[in-house]
């Protein structure tokens, strides 16, 4: 098992993914039915100066507290999520993408 991140590596996971000042950290809930939504996000400026790493964070810490939040998809928790469901993830967007039924 991976080690768990704490909120601000994971923050900076997100801002060694990128050179642009903002962007969208995406993550995972379940919702009241019990129905996974994978591709959840947030819109954050991605620096790492000191009032905008504090600022963004917190932010997180937010969205972390609601309930049904399960990981943000940058984790480990988030990774292997996605690598042990990318089939039914690549079939579910083809057949998005397709209009098929």
């Given at each position: 098992?991976?080690?768990?991140?704490?909120?601000?590596?994971?923050?900076?996971?997100?801002?060694?993914?990128?050179?642009?000042?903002?962007?969208?950290?995406?993550?995972?809930?379940?919702?009241?039915?019990?129905?996974?939504?994978?591709?959840?996000?947030i819109p954050l400026s991605l620096?790492?100066?000191e009032s905008i790493v504090i600022?963004?964070?917190?932010?997180?810490?937010?969205?972390?507290?609601?309930?049904?939040?399960?990981?943000?998809?940058?984790?480990?928790?988030?990774?292997?999520?996605?690598?042990?469901?990318?089939?039914?993830?690549?079939?579910?967007?083809?057949?998005?993408?397709?209009?098929?039924?």
């Amino acid at each position: 098992m991976k080690k768990k991140l704490t909120t601000r590596e994971i923050y900076f996971k997100n801002v060694i993914n990128t050179d642009l000042p903002y962007g969208l950290v995406f993550y995972v809930y379940k919702d009241r039915n019990n129905i996974i939504h994978p591709y959840n996000s947030i819109p954050l400026s991605l620096s790492t100066k000191e009032s905008i790493v504090i600022e963004s964070i917190e932010r997180m810490e937010e969205v972390e507290k609601n309930n049904g939040f399960m990981f943000w998809s940058l984790s480990p928790e988030g990774e292997e999520f996605f690598e042990t469901n990318k089939k039914e993830f690549s079939n579910l967007l083809s057949k998005i993408v397709l209009n098929q039924k």
